[in-house]
T-cell receptor, first 115, second 111 residues
């Protein structure tokens, strides 16, 4: 079974630009969660999508948004990039929504650098 | 406020030198605790799920245990390939989003 894939793997942008990251979950998984990982803060939850609906949202500004398609693939968008947005963005998939106790399967991440 | 704290932040061991990593948690209701391993430049990889105090799980040189306040990841006779960041996460009954991650322990095993 193919794992979680994320594209692109690396991205360099400048302040003020916007970026779109993509995540394809494991086949059959309907839940996709996005996390931001930085050395000082660890994994910070961004949002969760389940069956094309946003189920939960973390404490991030409105510049961060996402969506999920009918095939469970998900995208997240960051507008008006700031230097502090530089991070590893991880996507995790699971068969059920986060309200259920199930392990999450992570993709390799997208390393975003904002100059 | 629910939180997960891991210690130490970083640990250097000689090959064969056993040690333990700690994950302490304060949550209103624990449904499960997860351990993940993360290699540089990669996403976390699932290791264990523990559901209740007293439970233990083993995998090769790793053994995870759980009490009502904390979990330990014991590493017996580590090898250089065990070098990674180890993350723990709790699944709680409260809150809108159920998972809370710790910031991890960076383990370096020297040959």
């Amino acid at each position: 079974k193919a794992g979680v894939t994320q594209t692109p793997r690396y991205l360099i942008k400048t302040r003020g630009q916007q970026v779109t990251l993509s995540c394809s979950p494991i086949s059959g998984h309907r839940s996709v969660s996005w996390y931001q990982q930085t050395p000082g803060q660890g994994l910070q939850f961004l949002f969760e999508y389940f069956s094309e609906t946003q189920r939960n949202k973390g404490n991030f500004p409105g510049r961060f948004s996402g969506r999920q398609f009918s095939n469970s693939r998900s995208e997240m968008n960051v507008s008006t990039l700031e230097l502090g947005d530089s991070a590893l963005y991880l996507c995790a998939s699971s068969p059920l929504s986060s309200g259920n106790l199930n392990e999450q399967f992570f993709g390799p991440g997208t390393r975003l650098t904002v100059l | 406020e629910d939180q997960v704290t891991q210690s130490p932040e970083a640990l250097r061991l000689q090959e064969g030198e056993s040690s333990s990593l700690n994950c302490s948690y304060t949550v209103s209701g624990l449904r499960g605790l997860f351990w993940y391993r993360q290699d540089p430049g990669k996403g976390p990889e699932f290791l264990f799920t523990l559901y209740s105090a007293g439970e233990e799980k083993e995998k090769e040189r790793l053994k995870a245990t759980l009490t009502k306040k904390e979990s330990f990841l014991h590493i017996t006779a580590p090898k250089p390939e065990d070098s990674a960041t180890y993350l723990c996460a709790v699944h709680r009954t409260s809150g809108t989003y159920k998972y809370i991650f710790g910031t991890g322990t960076r383990l370096k095993v020297l040959a």
